[in-house]
């Protein structure tokens, strides 16, 4: 079994074309039982604020959805 903290990326093939017909990659996080939704949301939003500094400044970076 995988600590709670682990990650993981699939990359399914034929699914990185954005609607403008830019190349994508969508990432989805899925919390696991027991942990509470808002924590989490605001987690990986602040770890995002970290990242995307450190991205080429061509790269565009939005969220789409969010259930919390």
Same mark, same amino acid.
């Given at each position: ?10 990359? !399914?093939?034929? *699914?990185?074309?954005?609607? /403008?017909? !830019?190349?994508?990659? *969508?990432?989805?996080?899925? !919390? ?9 949301? /605001?987690?990986? !939003?602040? #770890? ?11 790269? /565009?970076?939005?969220?789409? #959805?969010?259930?919390?």
């Amino acid at each position: 079994e995988e600590p709670r903290t682990a990650s993981r990326l699939w990359i !399914k093939e034929g *699914s990185g074309i954005a609607d /403008d017909g !830019k190349t994508a990659v *969508s990432l989805i996080v899925q !919390k696991q039982p027991g942990v509470n939704t808002v924590e989490l949301v /605001d987690d990986v !939003k602040a #770890r995002l604020a970290e990242i995307i500094p450190t991205l080429p400044s061509d790269l /565009d970076m939005e969220v789409i #959805r969010d259930q919390s």
